[in-house]
C-alpha cells in the first residue's frame, strides 16, 4: 500500500507565516533507544515504514526547498511531488492521483501523528474494504469535519463527513490520518472551485456506495503542530509517550 503525506501549506495557523513550514517543527521521537527532537514530518515518514509502507510520496510547495533538502538528505526513498496551485487541502491530495493509481492508499497530513500504534496498524490492516477514518472526540466539533456514524457490534460505520458545520452530527472529529480508495480522485476532480476541500469528496465516496470504518483513539493519541498555542501541549504529550515506551 501507498502513503501520501500532504506537507504544501505555509503554516499561517501555526504563527510560522511561511518563515519555516509547520511540518519541520521539531517534537519527541525515539531512536536508538534515546529521546530526540526530530522535525515531525520525519516521525512521520519514520512511522509509516516502520509500519512497512515503503512507497511514501510527500506533496510540497514548490519553494519549499529546505524541507525538500531535508527529504532527500533523510528519507532517499520517498518521492516528492509538488503542489504548483494553491488550490487548498484536497487538491494538494489530488497532485498525488498519478502516484497512488488504482486502490487504497494512506493519507497523512504532514503536521499530525497518531502516537498509538495499534491505531495505525488498524487503519493499514483493516481487512474490510473501504475508507477507514480516525475519530477522536473533542468539546469543540464545529472546528473539525465530524462524522455521523453507527455501531455494528464492535465496528464503526460511518454514513457520513462534513466540514466545520455549525452543527455538527456528532462531537467525534476526524483526525488527519486516513486510508482511502482512490475513487476519491474523482470526486476531489469535480470540485473546481478556488478551494478543494477533502471532507466533502469523501462525503461523496460514502454516498455513493463506499464502506467507509472508524477507528477511535483518544484525544492524546493525536497530536498536530496546526496551532501556535497548542505546540508547547504537543511537545509535552510526545515526550510523555517518548517517556512511556522506555519505562
Same mark, same amino acid.
Given at each position: 500500500m501507498k502513503a501520501v503525506i500532504t506537507a504544501a501549506g505555509l503554516g499561517t495557523r501555526?504563527?510560522?507565516?511561511?518563515?519555516?513550514?509547520?511540518?519541520?517543527?521539531?517534537?519527541?521521537?525515539?531512536?536508538?533507544?534515546?529521546?530526540?527532537?526530530?522535525?515531525?514530518?520525519d516521525v512521520i515518514i519514520s512511522n509509516l515504514l516502520i509500519a512497512g509502507l515503503d512507497e511514501i510520496a510527500v506533496v510540497l510547495d514548490p519553494q519549499d526547498?529546505?524541507?525538500?533538502?531535508?527529504?532527500?538528505?533523510?528519507?532517499?526513498e520517498a518521492q516528492i511531488l509538488f503542489q504548483i496551485e494553491k488550490r487548498g487541502y484536497g487538491h494538494a491530495v489530488?497532485?498525488?492521483? /498519478?502516484?497512488? &493509481?488504482?486502490?487504497?492508499? @494512506?493519507?497523512?497530513?504532514?503536521?499530525?501523528?497518531?502516537?498509538? %500504534?495499534e491505531v495505525t496498524n488498524a487503519v493499514i490492516n483493516g481487512r474490510r474494504n473501504g475508507n477507514y477514518l480516525t475519530l477522536m472526540k473533542v468539546e469543540d466539533p464545529e472546528r473539525y469535519g465530524?462524522?455521523?456514524? /453507527?455501531?455494528? &457490534?464492535?465496528?464503526?460505520? @460511518?454514513?457520513?463527513?462534513?466540514?466545520?458545520?455549525?452543527?455538527? %452530527?456528532?462531537?467525534?472529529?476526524?483526525?488527519?490520518?486516513?486510508?482511502?480508495?482512490?475513487?476519491?480522485?474523482?470526486?476531489?476532480?469535480?470540485?473546481?472551485?478556488g478551494n478543494v476541500e477533502l471532507t466533502p469528496a469523501i462525503n461523496s465516496s460514502i454516498l455513493n456506495g463506499t464502506e467507509t470504518h472508524g477507528i477511535l483513539l483518544s484525544r492524546k493519541d493525536w497530536q498536530s503542530v496546526g496551532r501556535a498555542e497548542s505546540y508547547v501541549d504537543v511537545l509535552k504529550a510526545t515526550l510523555d509517550y517518548c517517556k512511556k515506551r522506555l519505562s
Open positions: 501555526s504563527g510560522l507565516d511561511g518563515k519555516i513550514r509547520k511540518e519541520m517543527l521539531p517534537v519527541y521521537d525515539i531512536r536508538n533507544g534515546r529521546i530526540v527532537l526530530r522535525p515531525i514530518i526547498l529546505f524541507t525538500k533538502n531535508y527529504i532527500e538528505t533523510n528519507f532517499p489530488l497532485t498525488a492521483k /498519478e502516484f497512488v &493509481g488504482k486502490g487504497s492508499f @494512506i493519507l497523512n497530513a504532514g503536521d499530525g501523528i497518531v502516537l498509538n %500504534p465530524t462524522a455521523l456514524y /453507527e455501531t455494528d &457490534g464492535d465496528s464503526i460505520i @460511518i454514513r457520513s463527513v462534513v466540514e466545520k458545520a455549525k452543527n455538527p %452530527p456528532s462531537n467525534y472529529a476526524l483526525c488527519a490520518f486516513y486510508r482511502l480508495n482512490s475513487d476519491l480522485f474523482a470526486y476531489l476532480e469535480k470540485d473546481m472551485s
